[in-house]
T-cell receptor
Framework: GQQVMQIPQYQHVQEGEDFTTYCNSS?????IQWYKQRPGGHPVFLIQ?????EVKKQKRLTFQFGEAKKNSSLHITATQTTDVGTYFCAGTKGFQKLVFGTGTRLLVSP | SQTIHQWPATLVQPVGSPLSLECTVEGTSNPNLYWYRQAAGRGLQLLFYSVGIGQISSEVPQNLSASRPQDRQFILSSKKLLLSDSGFYLC??????????????FGPGTRLTVL
C-alpha cells in the first residue's frame, strides 16, 4: 500500500534558525497536503499543493511539491517559538483516502 | 460554517471496561468520517473511515469497532479495553470536492488512559 515517510522525525533548533522537513511517497500523488499539530492539540490543515513543481508560501513557510509528484518539503525561515509542533504531510492518489506521513516534531528554543 | 465535536475530552478507564466515544459534525452533509489514534509523540494511525451511514471500513484489526448511525455521527466503541488502547483519539471529517481534494478537518480529540 501507499506509504508516506517524513524526515527528520525530530528537530530541535534555536529561534531564528531555519527548518526543513521532507516528505517522500512510495507512489505518485495527485496532491500533497500539510498539517500542523501544536502540542496537546489536533492537526490543522495548512495548505494543499496539486501541480508538479508547485511552490507556495505562507509568510515564513515555503511549501514545495516535487517534479515527479512523489515528494514535498516544508521550509520555515527564521523559526519562532510559535512554530513548535508536529508537521505532517499527507498525500492522496485519485479518489483514494488521504495517507498521512510519519510527522516531524519541531522544538524551538528561545 | 462547519464544526466538529468530540466528547469526552479526557477519559480514564480500567482495563476490561467498555468504551464509547462520540463525534458529531455540523454544517455539512454526507461527510466522509474518520477515526484516528495517536500514541504519545507518534503519528496518526487510521482506525476506521466511513463514506456514508452504515458504511464502515476498518484499517487495523483490533478490539475496537465503529458505527455511523446517522449521517453526521460517528461512534468508536470497545467491549473490553486493553492497556494498549491508551492514546489520543481524533475524529475527522472531509468532503470530496474534486479529484484528490480530500482535506480533513479534525475534532479536538479525546485523550484516553487505560489503567
Amino acid at each position: 500500500g501507499q506509504q508516506v515517510m517524513q524526515i527528520p522525525q525530530y528537530q530541535h533548533v534555536q529561534e531564528g534558525e531555519d527548518f526543513t522537513t521532507y516528505c517522500n511517497s512510495s507512489t505518485t500523488l495527485s496532491n500533497i497536503q500539510w498539517y500542523k499539530q501544536r502540542p496537546g492539540g489536533h492537526p490543522v490543515f495548512l495548505i494543499q499543493l496539486v501541480k508538479s513543481g508547485e511552490v507556495k508560501k505562507q509568510k515564513r513557510l515555503t511549501f514545495q511539491f516535487g517534479e515527479a509528484k512523489k515528494n514535498s518539503s516544508l521550509h520555515i525561515t527564521a523559526t519562532q517559538t510559535t512554530d513548535v509542533g508536529t508537521y505532517f504531510c499527507a498525500g492522496t492518489k485519485g479518489f483514494q483516502k488521504l495517507v498521512f506521513g510519519t510527522g516531524t516534531r519541531l522544538l524551538v528554543s528561545p | 460554517s462547519q464544526t466538529i465535536h468530540q466528547w469526552p475530552a479526557t477519559l480514564v478507564q480500567p482495563v476490561g471496561s467498555p468504551l464509547s466515544l462520540e463525534c458529531t459534525v455540523e454544517g455539512t452533509s454526507n461527510p466522509n468520517l474518520y477515526w484516528y489514534r495517536q500514541a504519545a509523540g507518534r503519528g496518526l494511525q487510521l482506525l476506521f473511515y466511513s463514506v456514508g451511514i452504515g458504511q464502515i471500513s476498518s484499517e487495523v484489526p483490533q478490539n475496537l469497532s465503529a458505527s455511523r448511525p446517522q449521517d453526521r455521527q460517528f461512534i468508536l466503541s470497545s467491549k473490553k479495553l486493553l492497556l494498549s488502547d491508551s492514546g489520543f483519539y481524533l475524529c475527522a471529517w472531509s468532503v470530496m470536492v474534486g479529484f484528490g481534494t480530500d482535506t480533513q478537518y479534525f475534532g479536538p480529540g479525546t485523550r484516553l488512559t487505560v489503567l
